[in-house]
């Protein structure tokens, strides 16, 4: 291919998750542009602007990582565009059919019948301090329930959540995930609290502070984090752990410090908004914070992330000084002037 062609892949969404239908939209430096289809069919238009729409109107999207979140169960990690040496050989590879996406409810029966009296859908490995008929039936104590394993569906996903008392385990609280290539689970949580015995009580806190970080994180399941938090999750913390960054281009003062004034209306009193610096036309708002996933979601909900062009998004424990990126997806390193 010529270096003065640009050349992108599209997918029809309505033959998402079941298959790939592949459209090729080259782009010439003379601002014609081409479409191959998968069908073989070559359709030419005047600009590339005129060949994204009709694109858009046969209802392709461009394959980027942004179909990871609208389309979890599909393995995108092990899919990228069609190669071959000619367009002839390349049209029979531009429609593939998808296995079925695994079912994470069936693959949670598996392990056990779920028990919905948590407030979410889980298998549990170990008896929980409150469960006293089976605890009863095993001979044991409740103190004796120092951890608890299970099996967790959220989102579609299947995860799994070690929770353990700092009485059995000798370190300090923390909470760790691991992902999975292979096989039913998806992610592995290992949670480490003071608290002890484990009940019904700790198992919820701990899915609903998880649940947050999966909904800020969803489309970054391939690449998270080791280590997401160095305290105790679950106790209330006297003071913000985390310091939230959102990042906005090419904006002058009036912008940024009515974007920092939206931001504070939709965290409200939960999350520190802490000011806001503009250096070369690049500004950052600052947030405190005990619980970065939240007052993420929060603003998504607000229209304070999507909807704000060049926008990004990242975090950091505040003992530490690497930021991890939640948004846009496509992204990887942020900095800050």
Known sequence: MSSDVRETWWLMDCDLPERLNWARLRERADGSAEVLDCDGTVTRFPTGVEARHWLGEDEFVPYDDSLRSEYPDVSWDKISEPVAEDDGRLVPKMLVELPPPRDAHAELR??????????????????????QETLDRLGMRQDECKSADLYWVANERLFFVAIASTALVGDQPFVS?????????????????????????????????LKQWIDANAMRFSEPPVKLATFDVLEPQSAPRFQLVLQRPNVGFDELVAFEQRIESALGRDH?????DLVSGEGNVFVLTSNPWEAFNHLVAADLVTMVPGLKVAYRDLLEERYQLLWPPEETSFQIR
């Open 110 to 131: 598996v392990h056990g019948e779920p028990e919905w009296n948590l407030g979410f859908e889980v298998v549990t490995i170990h008896p929980l301090a409150d469960d």
């Open 177 to 209: 995930v691991r992902s999975h290539e292979r096989g039913p689970v998806s992610l592995s949580f290992y949670v480490l609290t003071h608290r002890c015995p484990i009940a019904s009580t700790t198992v919820k806190d701990t899915l609903r502070w």
């Open 272 to 276: 520190d908004v802490d000011g806001h």
